[in-house]
């Protein structure tokens, strides 16, 4: 049997860390569509130290699992350590890689779709979270507004580059007409797309 108790230690060791874990809101955001949806398959892009995958891993329907992918072999390392220690390792397969690599070489079928990792490569993550999100499902980014700077004129931060990547992806979501898409500014911001065709 999991055993969620560890979830609040994994969570402490993040904040404590400065990993950017989920933030309360957004994970409350979330968990309500999961529950809605009861997902058989759920795929992560950015694990860190596997909190919000062993989070998410709650609303799996009987025989569920999540894919998760992180590129930093030390976060891996501490995701698969965690994932034992709450005991879900059948329910969270952890991928070692740059996403950009590995995320063509998946065929299955997703019912949700959770990015949230490198903001330049948002746009890259999407088309391929296109297609892999099962019709009906959802796909799901995490800290697009970037604290408060994409909805900010100020730009002349090192950030630039990465605030306007996040603006084209933001537009290209709302615009696209195969998804019912809203932009929530919640925690750091995120996006909901529910993929209708
Ligand atoms: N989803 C986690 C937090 C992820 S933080 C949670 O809420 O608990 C973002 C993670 O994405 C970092 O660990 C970072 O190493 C990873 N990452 C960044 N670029 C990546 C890429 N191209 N492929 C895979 N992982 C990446
Ligand atoms: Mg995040």
């Known amino acids: 049997m999991p055993n969620y ?3 609040k230690d994994i969570e402490k060791y993040g904040r404590e860390n400065k990993i950017p874990i989920l933030l309360d809101d957004t994970l409350e955001y979330i968990s309500k569509i999961l529950e809605e949806v009861k997902p058989k398959r759920i795929l992560e892009v950015g694990t860190a130290i596997g909190f919000s995958a062993l989070c998410f891993s709650k609303y799996l329907s009987e025989g569920g699992r999540i894919d998760t992918i992180e590129i930093e072999s030390l976060r891996v390392e501490q995701a ?3 994932i034992e220690k709450v005991g879900v390792q059948d329910k969270i397969r952890v991928l070692e890689g740059d996403a950009l ?3 063509p070489y998946l065929t299955e079928e997703y019912d949700v779709v959770f990015i949230d990792a ?3 490569k948002y746009l890259e993550f999407f088309e391929h979270a296109l297609r892999l999100c099962k019709k009906g499902g959802y796909i ?3 800290n697009v507004l970037y604290k408060g700077m994409v909805q900010s004129d100020y730009n002349k931060h090192k950030q630039r580059t990465a605030v306007n990547k996040l603006r084209a992806f933001i537009d290209m979501v709302l615009e696209n007409e195969n998804l019912e898409s809203k932009l929530i500014d919640i925690g750091d911001g995120i996006t ?3 993929k209708m065709r």
């Open 101 to 103: 690599e590995i995320l």
């Open 118 to 120: 490198a903001k330049g």
């Open 140 to 142: 799901i980014a995490d």
């Open 192 to 194: 909901v797309s529910k």
């Open 80 to 82: 698969l350590e965690n």
């Open 5 to 7: 108790e560890y979830l």
